[in-house]
């Protein structure tokens, strides 16, 4: 099953993820310094962004669990209203999901069907949900699966127990999704602000190139290098700031 903790990018991935890393590197470098052999000296540490790249793509994919575990609460909810049992609800739920999420072979498909295979081998549903707790990582599974398995050691009434839940955790999803809303804003302004010097610093390039002359020799390669230096860690400060974990 899918651990979901990393992303492993396919060969094609990764070698498209070098290349436009090199390629971002060598432009960067050639705009600021329009020396194309140091551009060119560069463009290697366009390597280093497949991990980025796949550090995005695991976030990306862990936020459409997290969205789609939403919509399979509420799915389940209504199942349980209707009068099934929390296992036949389970094994029901596939089907209602794929008409309400429209993909088939989408990630929490693929565990509602592990799920539902395992249930008809005869294996506890608490185990399942367990198993998928520990590899999504994420915190609406574990606190839903931990509902059930109290209840069922304890006892009570499970099927209320797991509408109250369901009804809870989709509402704390329903919140976090305003808030991200509203955070998405401030990373798209953050983006602009990073790509802003390089695209000040081209059209002066074009525009005014006897003015920019000066600092493409001497002295001044080397004050570009610190402003450069500045630049990034600047660009990576921010990127830690609006990296916002609700």
Do not use: H
Request: charged share 25%.
């Amino acid at each position: 099953m899918t651990e979901y903790s990393a992303y492993r990018l396919s060969a094609k991935e990764r070698a498209l993820a070098i290349v436009m890393g090199c390629v971002f590197c060598y432009a960067a470098i050639w705009i600021v310094y329009r020396q194309p052999v140091m551009a060119a000296i560069a463009s290697p540490l366009g390597i280093l962004y497949p991990r980025m790249y796949a550090g995005n793509l695991c976030r990306k994919r862990i936020e459409k669990l997290r969205q789609q575990f939403k919509d399979a609460l509420q799915a389940l909810t209504s199942l349980l209203s209707a009068g099934r049992s929390v296992e036949n609800a389970f094994m029901a739920l596939e089907n209602d999901l794929v008409l309400l999420i429209g993909d088939s072979d989408s990630d929490l498909i693929k565990e509602l069907r592990a799920i539902s295979n395992r249930l008809r081998n005869g294996e506890q549903l608490e185990t399942a949900l367990q198993d998928f707790a520990g590899r999504s990582g994420l915190e609406e599974v574990r606190n839903f699966t931990e509902a059930i398995t109290i209840c069922k050691r304890a006892g009570g009434d499970l099927v209320e127990v797991v509408r109250r839940t369901s009804q809870l955790i989709s509402e704390k999803l329903e919140v976090e999704l305003e808030v991200s809303v509203l955070v998405a804003q401030k990373k798209f302004e953050s983006k602009l602000m990073m790509g802003m010097p390089f695209a000040f610093v081209g059209i002066l390039g074009f525009m005014a190139a006897d003015y920019m002359q000066p600092m493409r020799e001497g002295m001044g390669i080397v004050v570009l290098t610190v402003c450069l230096a500045l630049l990034t860690l600047c660009c990576w400060w921010m990127m830690r700031i609006m990296d916002i974990r609700i």
